[in-house]
């Protein structure tokens, strides 16, 4: 049929997309995105190609959770975190547990025995001193706990609407033991791959709460310190190869961090992940992955294949890791890559996200 519309008749106006935004952050940009501080590959790439360089030392180039340092033939893990979390306050803690608890885990998957920290506090104008004094009340309850002494500290105040009320950040230092020479670059083909419990918990409680969530029952974050784990798993083994603390991205990211460092491939069982029923739901709910998922009091361990059933039982035996299991094993194939094998006798990769599910969950 011959269209019968007047010659006149002008084409739909063009949609104008300038207004638009990607979920996903694109790679090739001239400003600071959330992305950048997701612990994804935004953030590697700000860390590898703006601020390595800039600063130029051997010692930030092993690219660690911590440094390690040699100081008067004394073997030193030195560490440092920033916490931006949002809201203050949670289920299971707060921004002062975090605080500490994300420095002394930093240490301890080093293999050292966390001893002392810093702390600074950077408050807005106009929030109440009640909050704050709650906040450093739980900081130093942690750090009690935790058995490490804040040794010094500072404070600045920024105008009102540009702070968020409070950022903490805090460094640490432990002496790492004789023996002890725990790194992702150590990855090796045969390894067990071990994780503490279940994950996912701690970005499931922050997104619940900060976006008035129910789940049917209250989500508590893990957050804790795991020196006292680290120090029983040495006990057993002091061949522990890597340990890390799935934090910011997950678990898949920390999976992947340790497959490029050490140039290894990991194959997880993804029917064995430790995965809550709670938290599969939300996260089903709210269209994430748990392996994407923060935690902050598990870690993930690679274990020497002779070791692997002793260290799992000294987990199993601290309060911390009494739903330790063992979900893969460290492969020569595939190199650089996760795979899971997954329920239904196929595989998926686990890729390293681009930024974060969950932004400022820590």
């Known amino acids: ?13 063009a949609p104008d997309f300038s207004g638009w935004t990607c979920p996903a952050p694109l790679r090739d940009h001239e400003r600071i995105v959330m992305g950048h501080g997701g612990g ?44 931006v979390v949002r809201p203050l306050f949670f289920p299971g803690g707060s921004i002062g547990d975090l605080a500490v608890n994300g420095t002394v885990n930093d240490l301890a998957m080093a293999g050292a025995v966390p001893a002392y920290l810093s702390c600074g506090f950077i408050l807005e104008e106009g929030i109440e001193l009640s909050v704050v004094g709650r906040v450093a009340q739980a900081l130093g309850d942690a750090a009690r706990t935790a058995g490490v002494t804040v040794a010094t500290g500072d404070t600045k105040v920024v105008d ?52 008035g969530l129910e789940f049917g029952v209250e989500i ?3 957050t804790a310190s795991l020196a006292g784990l680290v120090a029983d798993m040495l006990a057993v083994c002091r061949d522990l190869h890597v340990l890390r603390d799935p934090t910011r991205g997950g678990l898949a990211t920390s999976l992947n961090e340790i497959a490029g460092a050490a140039g290894v491939g990991i194959t997880l069982d993804e029917r064995s992940l430790p995965v809550p029923d709670t938290v599969a739901n939300a996260c089903s709910f709210l269209g994430l992955d748990p392996l994407y998922v923060a935690n902050e009091g598990k870690l993930v361990a690679f274990v020497p294949p002779d070791h692997a059933d002793a260290v799992l039982e000294a987990m199993r ?46």
């Not at 049929?1 to 002008?10: C, E």
């Not at 790492?176 to 994780?195: H, K, T």
């Not at 899971?340 to 974060?356: C, F, I, K, N, W």
């Open 40 to 83: 994804g590959t935004l953030s590697a790439e700000l860390v590898e190609h703006l601020f390595a360089p800039a600063f130029g030392s051997d010692v930030l180039a092993e690219l660690g959770d911590s440094a390690h340092l040699t100081m008067g033939g004394a073997r030193l893990a030195f560490s440092t975190d920033s916490f």
């Open 1 to 13: 049929m011959a269209d019968t519309a007047p010659a006149s008749a002008s084409a739909p106006a």
């Open 317 to 362: 035996a601290h309060p911390l890791g009494k739903e330790s299991v063992r979900i893969g094993t460290c492969v020569a194939d595939h190199p650089g890559m996760v795979v899971a094998a997954t329920g239904l006798g196929g595989t998926r990769v686990v890729d390293m996200p681009l930024g974060e599910q969950l932004p400022r969950i820590c």
């Open 220 to 222: 508590q974050s893990d």
């Open 160 to 211: 009102a609407g540009h702070g968020d009320g409070i950022f903490i950040n805090t460094a640490g230092i432990g002496l790492v033991p004789d023996g002890v020479d725990i790194r992702p670059q150590r990855a090796a083909p045969g390894d067990a791959v071990l994780v503490s419990g279940q994950i996912g918990v701690h970005g499931v409680a922050i997104m619940s709460v900060r976006e």
